[in-house]
């Protein structure tokens, strides 16, 4: 996922710079939204969140090209817009598909990058935030909530295995209702 080498880059360039946090609007992305402003409010980063249910071009021409741009949950299918907006400090974390070229401006912790494993955006978002602050293991829960919410609960690998374990969580063999 390389979550190692854009947790440093995007320490370093936030070190200046606002961050403009846009998240989905599903468990997944709420949950992402919850893991990162937690994490923010702790490095004492100045920040703004926005929940939305579609990223759309019109929007992404919105986003101020000054800020650190983070996205939760969603962007991955969005790249060629990212692009052509012109932003300059865009990231990603999202586990969904991707079908564009990444774009010089864009660091993207995506499993369809490399491992192909099964992990939820919020679980991305925890390891992500884990990375840049080490006391957050307090927030893996919020992670599984968002791994629920993307009913990935029933095929749990090993980073998925590693999150349970953070949040000290047993899992048990049982009915699923929705």
Do not use: W
Request: hydrophobic share 40%; charged share 30%.
């Amino acid at each position: 996922l390389q979550i190692e080498k854009i947790a440093k880059d995007f320490l370093e360039k936030s070190k200046d710079k606002k961050i403009c946090v846009i998240s989905h609007f599903d468990t997944d992305g709420i949950s992402s939204a919850a893991i990162m402003t937690k994490t923010l409010r702790k490095l004492d980063k100045e920040f703004s969140i926005e929940i939305i249910k579609n990223l759309e071009k019109e929007f992404i021409k919105t986003l101020p090209k000054d800020k650190i741009i983070l996205f939760l949950d969603l962007a991955s299918g969005s790249l060629d817009n990212i692009k052509e907006a012109g932003l300059e400090n865009v990231f990603i974390l999202d586990h969904h598909e991707i079908t564009q070229e990444v774009p010089d401006n864009v660091q993207i912790a995506n499993p369809q990058l490399h491992s192909k494993q099964k992990i939820s955006g919020s679980g991305i978002t925890y390891l992500f935030c884990k990375e840049i602050n080490s006391g957050s293991k307090e927030l893996a829960k919020l992670a599984i909530l968002g791994m629920i919410g993307d009913r990935l609960e029933k095929d749990i690998g090993k980073i998925n295995n590693h999150i349970l374990e953070d949040a000290e969580i047993k899992t048990k063999r049982g009915l699923l209702i929705y």
